[in-house]
């Protein structure tokens, strides 16, 4: 049984930092393409981040130079690390596992189709 667990959201002023965390169990987070994701009410489901098996790492363009994906394989949990954080930042965020091994383009390009494993989401409210 795939699970996974988003922690770390919260309330936070514009230009703070909020790091969250997502820890995997019946799924090897080192073996696949993994991703966040967010979602604002009312709006479309977006990927934020992925990070492939290799490291290879990509963003949205609303993020870049803000927002860094990483993973502990020890620990089998994924991290986003945010910094400079926006009120359009405010979004529930979810962390997600791919259906497939390794990680390409179709990783890269962030799209929620790609990911079959979910977690329940954390909140991340950033106030002006």
């Known amino acids: 049984q795939v699970q996974l667990v988003e922690s770390g959201g919260g309330s936070v002023q514009a230009g703070g930092s909020v790091r969250l965390s997502c820890a995997a169990s019946g799924y090897t987070v080192s073996m696949y393409c993994m991703g966040w994701f967010r979602q604002g009410p009312g709006n479309e489901r977006v990927g934020v981040a992925a990070?492939?098996?290799?490291?290879?790492?990509n963003y949205a363009d609303s993020v870049k130079g803000r927002f860094t994906v990483s993973k502990d394989n020890a620990k089998n949990t994924l991290y986003l690390q945010m910094n400079s954080l926006k009120p359009e930042d405010t979004a529930m965020y979810y962390c997600?596992?791919?259906?497939?091994?390794?990680?390409?383009?179709?990783?890269?390009?962030?799209?929620?189709?790609?990911?079959?494993?979910w977690g329940q989401g954390t909140q991340v409210t950033v106030s002006s």
């Open positions: 997600a596992a791919s259906f497939y091994r390794g990680g390409g383009t179709w990783c890269l390009r962030r799209h929620s189709t790609d990911f079959g494993y």
């Open positions: 990070i492939a098996a290799d490291n290879t790492t």
